[in-house]
């Protein structure tokens, strides 16, 4: 089953800004929602953003989403060291009728 | 507070069937779509599968379809896996998610802890 396309890394220091990208297809990204979910070591993963740029409640404004075609973006702020984690995009994909993810995104922050 | 939590799964040999649970609190169950998502040890996330909130629509991932059987008791506000035909590739954490809204599951606003499937001889 086809996935989501996302770097397998990124990285960056303290304070500064990172984006993760996230690339699908017309049956996808194209045309429904995106969402982002942050999954910490050994944890559960947790949504971040949700209907392409909304965050749920608790989740700081350091984190954004964009959508643009079939391509989404996050952005991470003033990065922490406690944002190390891997990123994961997700969405419905209207022709295979399943919810797909990206092959998720490891963050270290330097 | 909603919580989700996962029970179910262990050792089990290649052919062998196991059937997951996922008991819900803390929100209306019969009001919202619900997923299964695994992870095998190392890799990323895959979502399996997925069933609406009446229970009247069931969603499944290609890797699983026609093995594993998603159903939900909304009586018992339970969430349940059935896996069949298991196999090696199927080891992983599986997780429970809840969605938002009776019929969507492109966003998963809560998880469960997760539970173990290792898968082997």
């Known amino acids: 089953q086809s996935v989501l396309t996302q770097p397998p890394s990124v990285s960056a220091a303290p304070g500064q800004k990172v984006t993760i990208s996230c690339s699908g297809t017309s049956s996808s990204i194209g045309n429904n929602y995106v969402s982002w979910y942050q999954q910490l070591p050994g944890t559960a993963p947790r949504l971040l953003i949700y209907e392409n740029d909304k965050r749920p409640s608790g989740i700081s404004d350091r984190f954004s989403g964009s959508k643009s075609g079939t391509s989404a973006t996050l952005g991470i702020t003033g990065l922490q060291t406690g944002d190390e984690a891997d990123y994961y995009c997700?969405?419905?994909?209207?022709?295979?009728?399943?919810?797909?993810f990206g092959g998720g995104t490891k963050l270290t922050v330097l | 507070e909603v919580q989700l939590v996962e029970s179910g799964g262990g050792l089990i040999q290649p052919g062998g069937s196991l059937r997951l649970s996922c008991a819900a609190s803390g929100f209306i169950f019969s009001s919202y779509a619900m997923s299964w998502v695994r992870q095998a040890p190392g890799k990323g996330l895959e979502w399996v599968s997925g069933i609406i909130g009446s229970g009247g629509g069931t969603y499944y991932a290609d890797s699983v379809k026609g093995r594993f059987t998603i159903s939900r008791d909304n009586s018992k506000n339970t969430l349940y896996l059935q896996m069949n035909s298991l196999r090696a590739e199927d080891t992983a954490i599986y997780y429970c998610?809840?969605?938002?809204?009776?019929?969507?599951?492109?966003?998963?606003?809560?998880w469960g802890q997760g539970t173990l499937v290792t898968v082997s001889s």
């Open positions: 997700g969405t419905w994909d209207r022709s295979l009728k399943a919810v797909l």
């Open positions: 998610a809840k969605g938002q809204g009776s019929g969507s599951f492109n966003e998963l606003h809560y």
